[in-house]
Every structure is written in structure tokens, then in C-alpha cells.
């Protein structure tokens, strides 16, 4: 059911959906690529989360009722054949899981029940879906892990987790781009560069996306450019 209300003078929050899910996340990829399409510049900025997107509009083009009822037209493709747009792409990112990095692979082990190359066969071998990006930028939140990795955030955050690391909380996986504070759990980390300022959408990954994690070794990972220093 897709749903749009006011959030503001020149913005707005249309909904897709209400669960966390592959059809939520392919709804909102679609609506993405359909209102960029349909809209052009009119459409200022355009902001997708897990089952939602905000919507910033020109309102020397649209006040808020005419905005809603050219968004409803755009969308009607979307709410006859959800599923009728082209699959995301898949990108490949490279994961060196050693226990250099990986600083809390063992406490993931201890509290799946799990060995330490059960978590990583596991963690790298399926897709996961850009769900939303944000809490930094190229920040993306990944999922869904398989079941017996779930695990719960740390009690108590780092102050400072290193760049690059790949970690999982409840149900979701995600790398940090840079050094932040974070309490997921690391159980790896990649060389490959998540942000760059210089290009239009900063981040390697899109809403909508598929994201696949390959495990490679030490001699790979810093031939690519990673580091096994903290920071």
C-alpha cells in the first residue's frame, strides 16, 4: 500500500511498506528509479530508508496536493507490478576475516554456538540488500544475516571502530566507511574505499543494491590496499 503525507513545507514521506523486507526494499528501489525518472529537478533530494523514502520538491513546481497526485500517477506502474523493474546490481566486497581484525569473531562464535570458520561461511555466503543508508555517510545497513548469526550490539560501544571493519548486530550487517564510535560486532574488515566525496552519491552502494561479501586472505587484503593497523 503506498501512502504519502507532509513532512514539512516542501517535503514528504511516502511509504511503501511496513516490514523489513526483500519486497520492501525492491518496492522502494523501484519507486527510487521511478520518481528520478519522472520528476527531474523538481524533486530536490530523495532520501530512502527500509520501507520509506523522503521526498524534498520545488515548490515553485508543486504545492503539496499537486505533488501528491503527480507522485501517485508516477508510482502507478509500481502499485500494478511491484516487482516489474530490473534486478539491483550485486557488488563484491572483499572481507579479510583474520583474527587481526575480526576483534570480536570469537565472542560472535561463543554466542552463536558456532566455530569461527562456521561464522564466516555463513556471513559470506548469500546476498544482502542496501536497506538504508545513513548514521554516517556510506554508512549502508545490510540484511538479512542468516538466522544463526544473530546476535546483540555490544553493552558497551567502542569509542572508535576502525575503518573498513565489516561487523553484524540483530539481523543486519554493515561496514563502517570511517572511524566512529559503533557497538555492532566486528568480525572482519575490507580494503575497499567506501566513501568518495568526489562522486555524486559519495558511497560505493545504492537502495536497492545486492551486496556480497568474499572472504580473501592477509597477502590479498593488504595487496588491495587494507590495513592491519586499529586505525
Known amino acids: 500500500m503506498i ?7 516542501r517535503a514528504a514521506i511516502l511509504y511503501l511498506g511496513s516490514v ?12 527510487v528509479e521511478l520518481l528520478q525518472d ?16 523522503l521526498l524534498t520538491y520545488d515548490i515553485n513546481h508543486y504545492n503539496y496536493f499537486s505533488f501528491k497526485h503527480a507522485v501517485c500517477s508516477a508510482l502507478s506502474e509500481l502499485a500494478e507490478n511491484p516487482m516489474s523493474r530490473s534486478p539491483s546490481r550485486i557488488v563484491e ?17 561463543r554466542s552463536t554456538g558456532l566455530s569461527g570458520d562456521e561464522v564466516i561461511r555463513l556471513h559470506s555466503q548469500q546476498h544482502y540488500n542496501v536497506y538504508a543508508i545513513g548514521f554516517a555517510p556510506g554508512f549502508a545497513y ?23 571493519s565489516v561487523a553484524i548486530a540483530d539481523n543486519q550487517t554493515a561496514i563502517y566507511p570511517s572511524v566512529t564510535p559503533g557497538g555492532w560486532q566486528i568480525i572482519g574488515r575490507t580494503p575497499m574505499s567506501l566513501i568518495d566525496w ?31 593497523d586499529e586505525f
Open 3 to 9: 501512502r504519502l503525507e507532509p513532512a514539512g513545507e
Open 20 to 31: 523489513i523486507s526483500e519486497q520492501s526494499a525492491a518496492r522502494v528501489s523501484a519507486a
Open 38 to 53: 519522472s520528476f527531474g529537478s523538481a524533486l530536490i533530494d530523495i532520501v530512502p530508508s527500509y520501507t520509506s523514502i
Open 93 to 109: 566486497v572483499p572481507v579479510y576475516y583474520g583474527e587481526e581484525v575480526a576483534l570480536d569473531l570469537a565472542e560472535v562464535a
Open 142 to 164: 545490510l540484511g538479512l544475516t542468516p538466522k544463526e548469526l544473530r546476535v546483540d550490539r555490544k553493552k558497551t560501544p567502542r569509542l572508535k571502530v576502525p575503518c573498513g
Open 198 to 228: 568526489q562522486s555524486e552519491s559519495v558511497s560505493p552502494f545504492t537502495v536497492g543494491d545486492a551486496v556480497r561479501f568474499r572472504a580473501v586472505d592477509k597477502e590479498t587484503f593488504l595487496a588491495q590496499g587494507g590495513c592491519l
